[in-house]
């Protein structure tokens, strides 16, 4: 690990020597599994502490620096809204501790390989839930109660910010991981996150140790709530984005 543990540096994130265990068995265990179902297409040591883990951690100064630098004294709820193989909601619970973590796929295999990563790692404060956001966004358990909500790779903005924002409390933060094309897409989603009730608060470029790629992470705080028929259900969200 001592590609992460030079990125992190860079970043300002010390890791303790149980987090770096941590991140080394979370490896172990994505290369294992990747050759039973697809979780990624890296997964490469090198690449996956790179593009994967780096990758994620690289949003969390800004994350911590737009919630109070993470000193509040309640618990902060997080959800990470596609999940996927873990990202970024993994990386930033390991990173973070302190934070609850609810990891929210539609994919059967891929919930139980999140659910045996939780088990490995001894990760307190993390819940894994197989569902739809269209569908868990509109529960009163998931809807408005989370103050981070993130995704990656999971669809274009004008779409992914209709099953991202209805997860986040007012006050709360929504975080989108973004490559190229970044700026076209924000673009066509800034009707949508205003419909939904937030408001972007930081559009950044973003540097990844180690790397040379373009990357941005959007954060847009809710300011109101989500008028309640959004998420529309059915694919509409990829169908007909409200951009």
């Given at each position: 690990?001592?590609?992460?543990?030079?990125?992190?540096?860079?970043?300002?994130?010390?890791?303790?020597?149980?987090?770096?265990?941590?991140?080394?068995?979370?490896?172990?265990l994505l290369a294992e599994w990747n050759q039973k179902i697809n979780l990624t297409?890296?997964?490469?040591?090198?690449?996956?502490q790179t593009k994967h883990f780096l990758d994620c951690l690289t949003?969390?100064?800004?994350?911590?620096?737009?919630?109070g630098g993470g000193s509040s004294t309640r618990r902060l709820r997080a959800i990470?809204?596609?999940?996927?193989?873990?990202?970024?909601?993994?990386?930033?619970?390991?990173?973070w501790p302190e934070l609850h973590m609810t990891l929210l796929d539609g994919t059967g295999k891929k919930v139980r390989f999140l659910?045996?990563?939780?088990?490995a790692l001894q990760l307190k404060a993390v819940q894994v839930v197989q569902g739809r956001a269209e569908e868990?966004?509109?529960?009163?358990?998931?809807?408005?109660?989370?103050?981070?909500?993130?995704?990656?790779?999971?669809?274009?903005?004008?779409?992914?910010?209709?099953?991202l924002l209805p997860f986040a409390r007012q006050g709360g933060i929504v975080v989108a991981y973004k490559g190229p094309g970044a700026?076209?897409?924000?673009?066509?989603a800034r009707k949508a996150i205003d419909l939904l009730g937030g408001e972007v608060v930081r559009f950044a470029p973003v540097q990844v140790p180690l790397l040379e790629e373009e990357r941005r992470v959007l954060l847009i705080k809710k300011?109101?709530?989500?008028?309640?028929?959004?998420?529309?259900?059915?694919?509409?969200?990829?169908?007909?984005?409200l951009g």
């Open positions: 690990m001592e590609l992460l543990l030079a990125g992190c540096s860079q970043l300002g994130l010390p890791l303790s020597q149980t987090q770096i265990d941590q991140f080394r068995r979370y490896y172990e297409a890296i997964d490469d040591e090198t690449g996956v949003g969390l100064p800004l994350i911590r620096e737009e919630m990470d809204v596609g999940a996927g193989a873990g990202f970024p909601g993994l990386p930033l619970k390991i990173a659910q045996e990563v939780v088990t868990l966004g509109h529960q009163e358990t998931y809807r408005e109660q989370f103050d981070l909500v993130t995704a990656r790779a999971v669809a274009r903005l004008d779409t992914l910010v209709e099953y700026a076209e897409e924000f673009i066509e300011q109101r709530r989500t008028p309640p028929q959004y998420p529309r259900g059915q694919g509409l969200p990829r169908k007909q984005p």
